[in-house]
């Protein structure tokens, strides 16, 4: 009787345990989000396939959209983490905007990915929350990032001076509480506009949530790069609070 019933102890405690780590890995979700109603970057769809195997890689749920109706309270409350990948324009009406402040105001995580920062111009708590808006490029060029804080999971790695080639955005409206973690060398290219302390990734805690910005991002072939998918993922572990 008594092995008999040990049996069964041991088989409801193997259930419960598979269950809670079927349900943290279920916690784990991230919505990769890509509406775009300006500008419309031919990198989304590769971008949305290797950040969605990445996710998967690292333990993660990814769900893809590029449809905003999604933004809903309800909806909302399943994701750990929104990532902005290469939005653009006026993306949202104003019930999605209200759902998505309040997914932030309860402790959600955000990452903008590049043209993040050209997206609701006219939303100045977006503005906060991403950081900056964009304001203009020169041609895609080699150019050296320099890696000034390493203490965030995304940014740990990288080398203190990241040569490679993309597209560098200049900023404006750039939010002065935003902690910079890497500059953009603007004596490394021609046509930067922000100066000596051009930021180029950053994060914050802002309004109850976490955000995190990278530059990076605009060409099909950055996608290619290990240490950009590495950094991004490390940019939606920290935003989600993910280890």
Known sequence: MKKHLSKILIAALAFLMFNCQASDKKENRVLIFAKTMGYHHGSIEKAIVI???ACTQEGMIADTTRNADVFTTDNLKNYKVVVFLNTSGDIFNEAQQTAFEKYIQSGGGFVGIHAATDTEY???WYNKLVGAYFLSHPNQQKATINVTDKNNVATSFLPEKWERTDEWYNFKNIN????VLAYLDETTYT???NGQTHPF???HE???GRAFYSGVGHRDDNYDE???IKHLIGAIQWAGKIK
């Open 51 to 53: 950040l969605k195997q």
């Open 176 to 179: 002065p509480d935003i902690k």
């Open 122 to 124: 006219e939303w100045q």
């Open 206 to 208: 802002f309004d109850g």
């Open 226 to 228: 290990p240490l950009v």
């Open 201 to 203: 990734i950053w994060c």
């Open 191 to 193: 046509g930067g506009q």
